[in-house]
């Protein structure tokens, strides 16, 4: 218990900062200002108390019993600029007995005993910004005191007179006071350093601990008040006792607290080098994968399209028998599977890699997907299919690679004519988007459909069905990952609606062709 907001500040830390020079200007003057405006207040402390009677002692056995509060302080996060201590409720108990002037004075000699011990402990380089931060530390206090005392006066607080209940209303506003003003110029310095709102800071960092802080200033600066008042030293002790056990259990709480964060920490550290480490490999092995597709695709592309080639020769220079003719269609017709697939791992190279480039021009939609059906036309007669066309004869061009148009259109058709049964119907269908940016195109059919659990990895590589109704049709897996790969390559998007049993749509934009862009 009893936070203090002493040590709550954001005075730039060595550590956290690096550099003096990167502490904006504005700061350093708002915090010489203070600074300066604290001295001035301390100066006027001490000689109010010099001009009248005062109990010096008194004084300075809580300016000792404050600056042993403020050296055991502790940190309430690590790298948060609160710290906990039970100095506030000290000062706020000699605001009680003393008045503001005593309680300035107080915060302020207090501040300055725990300075110098922590300069003593201090390495050389680090002591020119402790000192810097323990002199705002310092006036941040003694004003917050000064102005809590003010207030306890104004509203008729008596000081050193702790027999009445009347006091009570005065001491509520002086700690609410003191905690408010002493937040106030705080999140002055981590608005100016950080260019947050002064607002936004305060709610972040300080609004969650003002009603604490209130309560335990209050609490515990009116029992040490009402002890020394009623029972001198011995009062104090006795009244300081539960409170500095308080506190201690507190900052073993607040201990073990920053230990498990460390713990986390380091967990985390551990994990994310492991992450780390285990994608610096998967990008090794993705090189060497996309390598070893360059090699193999480039060194059987040749040797494939000089066989085909020696077949045509063959078949054209005569003198061969039937059956011979038939052979030299079977190596060609296996050569071109060859070739195709070479292909389509060399397109999942590129889209996989990011490099597949098309060339977008003006492309009639009618014609390609007349190509498309004419190079489809033998399976889907094979397995006599219906196709029909539904086309608006005003369908403008589309904005397309017209060769990787064609390889979208045929993928998709000849699927649908390879998963529908015979006497199946295929429906091509095409038009314009609303906005006239778009067009979108379908390729329906009646066919096996795809099973729900599958429809959202239809696109992934490699996704084939081994079904009782795809026993006997060829295929890779890969047309539908090549086809999105190409669609969105021109700025398009791919989708599918399927019931299984039922057939299958696979609809795709591409951008229509607009001789004005
Ligand atoms: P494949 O070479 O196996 O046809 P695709 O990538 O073109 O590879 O298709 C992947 C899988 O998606 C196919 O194996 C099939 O199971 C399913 N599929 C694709 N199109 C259809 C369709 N029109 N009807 C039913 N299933 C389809």
């Given at each position: 218990m009893l936070p203090s907001q002493g040590e709550r500040t954001a005075w730039p830390r060595p550590t956290s900062l690096?550099?003096?020079?990167?502490?904006?200007r504005r700061l350093h003057a708002y915090t010489n200002a203070i600074i300066i405006v604290g001295i001035a207040a301390t100066v006027w402390s001490l000689w109010s108390l010099l001009t009248k009677p005062t109990n010096w002692l008194g004084l300075l056995l809580f300016v000792l019993v404050a600056a042993l509060a403020e050296l055991t302080g502790t940190d309430l996060?690590?790298?948060?600029p609160a710290t906990v201590s039970f100095s506030s409720a000290i000062y706020f108990a000699s605001l009680l007995v003393f008045g503001p002037f005593g309680a300035t004075l107080t915060a302020v000699s207090s501040g300055l005993a725990a300075t110098l011990v922590t300069i003593i402990r201090t390495e050389g380089p680090t002591r020119t910004p402790v000192i810097q931060r323990a002199l705002f530390n310092m006036s941040v206090y003694g004003l917050s005191c000064l102005a809590g005392g003010v207030v306890y006066r104004v509203t008729g607080g008596t000081v050193g007179?702790?027999?009445?209940?009347?006091?009570l209303l005065p001491a509520i506003l002086a700690s609410i006071t003191l905690d408010t003003l002493n937040a106030l110029l705080i999140v002055l310095t981590v608005s100016l350093q950080t260019a947050q709102s002064a607002f936004s800071v305060w709610l972040q960092n300080f609004a969650w601990a003002a009603p604490i802080n209130i309560v335990a200033i209050a609490v515990g600066g009116g029992a040490l008040a009402f002890g020394y008042a009623r029972l001198g030293m011995l009062g104090l002790g006795i009244f300081l006792l539960p409170i500095l056990t308080t506190s201690i259990s507190f900052q073993r709480y607040v201990g073990r607290t920053q230990d498990q964060m460390r713990r986390l920490e380091d967990i985390i550290a551990e994990r994310t080098a492991q992450l780390r480490a285990a994608n610096e490999e998967l990008t090794r092995l993705d090189q060497h994968k996309t390598q070893f597709y360059s090699i193999i695709n480039h060194e059987m592309r040749t040797p494939l399209t000089s066989v085909m080639g020696y077949c045509d020769l063959l078949r054209a220079s005569?003198?061969?028998t039937d059956r011979q003719l038939g052979h030299v269609q079977v190596l060609k017709s296996n050569a071109q599977r060859l070739l195709d697939l070479v292909n389509n791992l060399l397109d999942i190279s590129r889209i996989e890699a990011g490099r597949m480039t098309v060339s977008q021009e003006p492309a009639d939609l009618s014609e390609s997907i007349a190509d498309a059906l004419s190079v489809v036309q033998p399976l889907a007669a094979q397995k006599r299919l219906d196709i029909r066309l539904d086309l608006p004869s005003d369908l403008p061009p589309a904005h397309a690679d017209k060769k990787r148009l064609s390889q979208v259109l045929i993928n998709l058709l000849s699927n649908a004519i390879k998963y529908t049964p015979e006497g199946g119907q295929v429906t091509v269908r095409s038009a314009l988007d609303q906005d006239g940016s778009m067009l979108l195109t379908s390729v329906a059919d009646t066919g096996i459909g795809i099973p729900q659990d599958r429809l959202s990895r239809i696109f992934d590589r490699f996704s084939r069905e081994e079904s009782e109704q795809t026993r006997g049709t060829v295929g890779t897996g890969l047309g539908l990952t090549i086809t999105k790969g190409l669609v969105e390559a021109h700025g398009g998007r791919i989708w599918v609606q399927s019931q299984e049993g039922a057939g299958s749509t696979f609809f795709f934009t591409l951008p229509a062709y607009r001789p004005d862009r």
């Open positions: 690096g550099t003096e020079g990167a502490v904006p996060l690590p790298g948060s007179d702790m027999s009445s209940a009347r006091i005569g003198g061969l």
